[in-house]
């Protein structure tokens, strides 16, 4: 089979938020690194403000193709589905567009360049993404300045469905695109990999038999 | 008046980046309106030679707008039109464009509302503490503080209020932008390229935006040295990130202002450096060397012990030459790391403790992981000046890293009481 798989995906629960300060516990040892580098791990953060608890979820890769694949590994959106325990993960910008809701006028929208971790041939690797453990809407209220975010609480996780982003070169925009355009590209770009698969650390009871499209 | 703050998100925080942009004058106040608890309302008095950031506040704070028709965006005539801003934690979805607003800024004009508000709205988290970049004029990523977003988006609103808006209004706003970045004393971002996107790592002013300013550059070995212990040790594991995390939002809450104010006052640049930044960098790479045993960071590579001893004496060498108060430093410092504002004690301090009261929320990281490890540097330096061996002064810095260590957060990964 040619193409970009998805083997497994997990998603953990943030660890519990510590008392500070208290004594010292003695050093855990580190875990292992894992195949490929989380690009949305924190690295040099001294403007961390606003973060907060978030689940990790984990997607595994192969690549069964004889060409490296530039994947996707920015969260470009999320959403959950209580009914079915289903976390969404956007991999893909199969959902943007320019701000275009009635009443809305854009004056200034920025399409940012995804991270992207290469896949050699045959090989596979993890991408970690973080996800808010609510989905956090924003809106706006009648009669008041103040926008609203409005939250639903994400959990328990027992599919995740992937939205994954791929192609044989990275994506690069030239730099003055305007931002209709890049968000044109980036909508457009590559292969879409859609997959739900079963959150392997909390499977549900009859698993999910993964249900795989590509669209080009 | 025309400037508000959605009090939904984090306004503090905006507070504190719209304080950036003004130069840390505190002309800037807030005030509540009466008929809507949803936002704060701005006031600004100016003073007089803050520069042309603060000029800029002045005018989008203390005008009323009336904007004009643009019929080419689809924008109608408001009169006295409101600009609010919204600072969002990561992972709030836009209705709007249907995508994630995590490490991105976006206005716009809500013709929902009656009558029109102008809307500009950005993310807190810096990509979730993964950091912002875009691109200079040679191609390379460089960081995108908070408050430049926040100006870069006032930018656009303040063209949607004046009628200026132009088709590609990102050159212009970028152009704005950069009288920004020149406040902070940061790279400029080249105005004819948009791109951007999340995770960066050293940068121009990647690393500590008071020691940056203390040292002039985020190369400089000293900071180079703390990010190797910040991010190759302290930050290896998720218990250390979250300790990390939760510094900074402390850390935010006051280092734009003071390292605004250092770069504005030499004097007040060369104090935080000598009496802070320097010692705190000292007592940070003993930690390191004490804890994991290995050697110096520096390119020497002493022991623990020649390190302890080595830099110890050469500081109270330097203290005794320059007349500097050691012990008193130490004691005022401790009591700032307690939580206390020392009425007495050197100038310096005194004006550190009324920094960090004035951000109003208790700050205890902040004066564990930077204050109280200073104290304890200051109070080894004056054990130095007295006539001491130098295993007595290795003994001593190592007690003071074990006291200082015993009450840090149980998830700093590598500590251990009592480890060699």
């Known amino acids: ?216 | 008046m025309t400037l508000f703050i959605d009090q939904t998100g984090d306004p503090d925080l905006v507070l504190s980046d719209v304080f950036t942009i003004c130069g840390a004058d505190f002309g800037l106040g807030d005030e509540t309106v009466p008929t809507d608890s949803s936002v704060i309302q701005l006031t600004y008095a100016e003073t007089a030679g803050q520069g042309p950031t603060a000029d800029r506040l002045d005018q989008l704070v203390n005008t009323d707008f009336d904007m004009p028709a643009q019929p080419d965006f689809g924008i109608p005539a408001t009169d006295d039109v409101r600009i609010v801003v919204t600072g969002l934690p990561a992972g709030v979805l836009d209705p709007h464009s249907g995508t994630d607003l995590t490490g991105n800024g976006m206005s716009y004009v809500d013709t929902t509302s009656s009558p029109a508000v102008i809307r500009a709205v950005y993310d807190l988290s810096q990509c979730n503490g993964a950091g912002i970049w875009v691109v200079d004029d040679d191609g390379n990523h460089i960081v995108d503080p908070n408050p430049v977003i926040l100006y870069h988006e006032l930018s656009h609103s303040l063209h949607a209020a004046t009628g200026t808006l132009q088709a590609n209004d990102e050159p212009a706003a970028e152009t704005d932008e950069n009288v920004m970045r020149d406040r902070l004393g940061i790279t400029h971002r080249d105005i004819n390229s948009h791109d951007g996107g999340c995770g960066i790592t050293g940068g121009d002013d990647g690393g500590c935006l008071v020691v940056t300013a203390a040292y002039g550059s985020s190369y400089s070995g000293a900071v180079d040295r703390l990010r190797r212990v910040r991010d190759g040790v302290l930050r290896a594991d998720a218990g250390g990130r979250e300790f990390f995390d939760a510094l900074h939002r402390e850390y935010y809450r006051f280092s734009p202002q003071l390292a605004a104010a250092m770069r504005a006052d030499g004097r007040l640049r060369a104090e935080v450096r000598d009496l802070v930044v320097a010692p705190l960098l000292e007592m940070v790479e003993l930690a390191y060397c004490r804890v994991t045993g290995a050697r110096a960071l520096a390119s020497t590579g002493e022991s623990f012990a020649q390190l302890a001893v080595g830099r110890v004496r050469a500081a109270a060498h330097t203290a005794s030459a320059r007349g500097l108060d050691a012990s008193g430093l130490g004691g005022a410092l401790g009591a700032v790391a307690d939580g206390g504002s020392p009425p007495l004690g050197p100038p310096l301090v005194r004006r550190l403790g009324r920094w960090l009261d004035a951000v109003g929320v208790p700050l205890p990281l902040t004066r564990w992981a930077i204050v109280a490890p200073v104290a304890a540097y200051w109070r080894c330096v004056a054990t130095a000046l007295e006539p001491r061996s130098d295993s007595e002064i290795e003994t001593a810095v190592a007690a003071e890293l074990r006291a200082w260590l015993a009450h840090g957060p149980a998830t700093l990964p590598g500590i251990e009481e009592g480890t060699p």
């Open chain 1, 1 to 216: 089979m040619n193409g970009l798989q998805i083997v497994r995906t997990t998603v953990t629960a943030p660890p519990e938020t510590p008392a500070l300060p208290k004594t010292p516990a003695p050093p855990e040892t580190p875990a292992p690194p894992e195949t490929a580098a989380a690009p949305e791990t924190p690295a040099a953060p001294e403007a961390a403000a606003a973060a907060r608890p978030q689940l990790t979820v984990t997607i595994d890769v192969r690549n069964d193709s004889t060409e490296t694949y530039h994947v996707w590994a920015s969260r470009r959106s999320y959403d959950y589905d209580p009914a079915t325990r289903t976390l969404t993960v956007y991999l893909a910008d199969v959902l943007r567009q320019m701000p275009q809701s009635e009443g809305i006028v854009p004056i200034s929208y920025h399409p940012r360049t995804p991270a992207q971790v290469a896949v050699p041939a045959g090989q596979t690797a993890t991408i970690t993404v973080a996800v808010p453990t609510a989905v956090r809407t924003l809106s706006s209220v009648p009669g008041q300045l103040g926008l609203r975010v409005d939250e639903r609480p994400i959990g328990p996780v027992e599919r995740v469905e992937c939205y994954l982003t791929y192609a044989d070169v990275p994506y690069q925009p030239t730099g003055d695109l305007p931002s209709h355009v890049k968000a044109r590209q980036l909508r457009e770009w590559g292969t879409t990999l859609h997959e739900t698969r079963p959150n392997d650390l909390n499977p549900p009871a009859e698993p999910t038999a993964p249900d795989a499209q590509e669209q080009e």
